[in-house]
């Protein structure tokens, strides 16, 4: 469990260094202070190489701030997930110089599931052939989900269902159509943009390639790199935090989804009906191997995580 931490402060008036995040994460205040945090050598060591991990990944989380990265990542770590591509439990997405904790779908259902209450828990996405029907009402769904792996891929997205059932029976199932979600993800994802918006593409030409590739860190988001990802934890979200039972684990996850973990550790929130903004693009980065940042060791660092 991760505890409550004061990292160390450093001496006034001390002159600010460049450094890699990988190099800030390693200095010694900061190890103390996440190891105080997280009570073990061999955690530390591997939360280090996880979040250390992400950020390479991720190019645009080198702008960001590192101490918004390390309390998104102490947060995941206090709920036992990883930020791990492959596992997909939750994200560390770049939004205005700070590192956003972001939730996948996965995540959603490796806490419902560890929660004891659920019987089943499902989501997917339904492809162009396979929806017969879906009654609201009843909430019954009638489809003939393609068989062959490869062709269901391949095949188009039309909707995404999800649905859960509790141990004692009670079963809750919503379906939406895809045009829903892409009209929802335009109104709430402040890094999305369903029609051509300022210096961006309508997401319709972004889907075929239409695009500048110089302008790629204008779609780094993962509503446009994995749509139907991002859709079904969106179903996810809606069904579990509707109707379903959430363990104190759960509503920790689900409260600080889409949000920027201060140091204090408030909340800020940036996915949210908003105006839509014009984006500017990063500053000119040197060679990878030269990729600098400049910060403070742990000055400004003051409570990394509350229990």
């Known amino acids: 469990m991760v505890k409550n931490q004061i ?25 103390k202070a996440i190891l105080n945090a997280l009570s073990d050598h061999k955690a530390v060591k591997r939360f ?3 979040i250390v991990s992400a950020v390479t990944s991720t190019p645009q989380l080198q702008e960001c701030d590192p101490m918004s990265i390390v309390s998104a990542g102490l947060l995941g770590e206090s709920l036992n997930l990883s930020p791990s591509q492959q596992l997909g439990h939750y994200y560390f997405v770049p939004f205005k110089n700070k590192a956003t904790f972001v939730l996948g779908y996965k995540g959603y259902i490796q806490l419902a599931t560890r929660s004891g209450y659920y019987r089943k828990i499902n989501v997917l996405p339904i492809k162009k052939g396979e929806l017969i029907s879906f009654n609201p ?17 391949n095949a188009s997205t039309i909707g995404y269902y999800a649905m859960f059932e509790y141990l004692n029976g009670f079963r809750k199932a919503i379906y939406w159509s895809r045009q829903k979600m892409l009209s929802y993800a335009d109104r709430y994802s402040a890094n999305f943009s369903l029609e051509a918006n300022g210096n961006k593409v309508s997401f319709a030409d972004y889907e075929a390639g239409n695009y500048n590739r110089k302008d790629e860190w204008k779609y780094s988001g993962h509503w446009y790199k994995d749509f139907d990802g991002m859709a079904c934890k969106t179903m996810l979200r809606q069904l579990i935090g509707k109707w379903g039972i959430m ?32 984006e500017t693009p990063p500053p000119e980065k040197p060679a990878p191997t030269e990729i600098k940042e400049t910060y403070e060791d742990s000055d400004q660092f003051s409570t990394i995580m509350n229990s």
């Open 247 to 278: 363990s104190i684990e759960m509503q920790r996850a689900y409260e600080a989804d889409m949000g920027v973990i201060s140091e204090n550790g408030s909340i800020d929130y940036v996915d949210a009906p908003t105006e839509k903004t014009v």
């Open 137 to 153: 009402l009843e909430e019954e769904i009638k489809a003939e989900i393609i068989q062959d792996e490869t062709e269901r891929e």
């Open 7 to 31: 990292v160390p402060q450093g001496e006034k008036g001390e002159k600010q260094e460049k450094t890699s995040f990988s190099a800030v994460i390693n200095k010694p205040a900061y190890q």
């Open 48 to 50: 280090t190489a996880s």
